[in-house]
């Protein structure tokens, strides 16, 4: 298990070099390569914020055309997907202010990405509630029960993200999640 | 003691030290309302493990290519220059300027032809380089401490502006 967290943590560092050189010297494929690695995490952390397709899509948007603008500043010792999660965490904080009261467009948007068949539908329908459960929690919360989940359950790697201490991540995590506990069962009826 | 919902989180996340583990286990078997909870629990982290993450359209991924493709401009390295200015070189001058003066010192008598040595004038220029480059090295020494903290932060302030 360790080895195999060392070769991917490798990987990654080895991955993350070429695509920052890349961009530093405005290479295309790098920015390919850039969108094909980054844009997911940088959008889920982005949509857990603001719980809102469109806006998620557009400061994600914002954020890539930020880093990219700001490359020639980073400092190459440093971990990348660190970078780039505090300038999506805060640009997507700076949506969130300015934020219109919407309908749920997610619920919306998650129905029209089934493409009909049961298991999409259900799939969709299972967003939609996780979703509005994680509407009961705070952004902050949010992005760590999502970080989480999407670094399958590794902490250190949230540690290195967030720049948050352990303890700290595992206080935030337990609340969070004893607070979707408590609000899932109005939820779970409808799954 | 642990609470029933710390423990319950910690064996679904797997954890449970082999005592917590243990217990967790025995409660499952006797206790019908942990039973339930795990039933829960579980059955919510399931769906968080599953739903968390969301794919980005592959529409919304070409448009995103295109447009940062756009603007991209040759971006110039900050430390592309780096080398120049590196402290190594200051640090080689420092540590041969401290050499050259403990030799010239060994190599006199007495304190009062270290001072006639110094006090000549090629010597007071070479004592002097060596002053002013052990300066900057403790002020690059500095830069290096400070850098981390404070050009992070200050960078990615910029970037928010």
Known sequence: MRNQYRHTYMQEVILQEGIVKGLMIGDRKAVAAFVDQYSGFIYNVCHKVLLNRPEAEEATQDTMLKVLKAIGGFDVGSSFKAWCYTIAYRTAIDYQRRQRPTTDVEAVSALAWTGGSDDGILQAENRTAVTSLLRHLDEESRVIISLFYLEEKNIREIEEITGLTESNIKIKLFRARKELARHAPKYFEKV | ?161
């Open chain 2, 1 to 161: 003691m642990i609470s029933h919902e710390e423990l319950m989180w910690k064996y679904l996340d797997g954890e449970c030290t082999a005592e917590e583990k243990n217990h967790a286990d025995m409660l499952m078997k006797s206790d019908s309302g942990f039973r339930m909870m795990y039933d829960q629990y579980s059955k919510l982290d399931s769906l968080l493990a599953k739903t968390t993450y969301q794919e980005p359209t592959a529409e919304f991924k070409i448009k995103l290519t295109e447009t940062l493709a756009a603007s991209l401009t040759k971006v110039r390295p900050v430390n592309q220059l780096k080398w120049i200015v590196s402290p190594a070189w200051l640090i080689i001058l420092t540590v041969a300027g401290a050499i050259g003066l403990i030799v010239a010192g060994l190599s006199t008598s007495s304190s009062a032809s270290v001072f006639q040595y110094f006090n000549m004038p090629d010597q007071r220029i070479f004592s002097m380089v060596t002053l002013v480059c052990a300066g900057f090295v403790l002020l690059s020494l500095l830069d290096l401490f400070l850098k981390k903290s404070f050009i992070k932060n200050r960078g990615v302030t910029a970037i928010m502006a």
